[in-house]
């Protein structure tokens, strides 16, 4: 049973448009959410993270937007470059996780972003 | 800038052999856990590590041990190795954290075991 779903496994976009990648949970007690980005033959880098207090968190290209209500957040990259073709995991943790790290992983989105 | 190192990054390995896979960080980081990752899976945790002699069973501990004698490596142990066990697999490590920012785990780059 997937507690953490990106239902979209692949996603193409042009360069310069926005990508938008989904990802939904199922388990309320989530209240930190991350994106990571994988690379071939690379371990998952951090990308960035919100929060259940916010709905809106930002770094330089990359928002996520976080809907409690829907337990849905989602990943824009605006706007898209060739660089960023890759896969998109998902992943969350309450706060009960303390120092545990315990992350729920979705299954990831493959990028693909052509110039 | 070394961070997370695996070792090996191949292994060929035949059912009931065993071997250990190594992880070293030189961030100071008290937390370490291994993670495997399968086709239609996902990442799934191994065990993991909050500190120095502390270790715990994450989601899918079964055939796998490890030990955490200092803060720098946490070492991955297959005892008999099936051919369930073939996947690849990924270290992380993550300092320690104040408040509510957990989970910026720093990876290795992995390590493709397969067991025939």
Known sequence: DQ?????SPSLSVQEGRISILNCDY???MFDYFLWYKKYPAEGPTFLISISSIKDKNEDGRFTVFLNKSAKHLSLHIVPSQPGDSAVYF???TDYNAGNNRKLIWGLGTSLAVNP | NAGVTQTPKFQVLKTGQSMTLQCAQDMNHEYMSWYRQD?????????YSVGAGITDQGEVPNGYNVSRSTTED???????????QTSVYF???S???TGRRTGELFFGEGSRLTVL
Do not use: E, W
């Open chain 1, 3 to 7: 507690q953490v779903k990106q239902n």
């Open chain 2, 91 to 93: 270290c992380a490590s």
């Open chain 1, 26 to 28: 199922t388990n309320s």
């Open chain 2, 95 to 97: 300092p320690r954290t």
């Open chain 1, 90 to 92: 998902c992943a969350a």
């Open chain 2, 39 to 47: 086709p239609g899976m996902g990442l799934r945790l191994i065990h």
């Open chain 2, 74 to 84: 946490f070492p991955l142990r297959l005892l008999s190795a099936a051919p369930s």
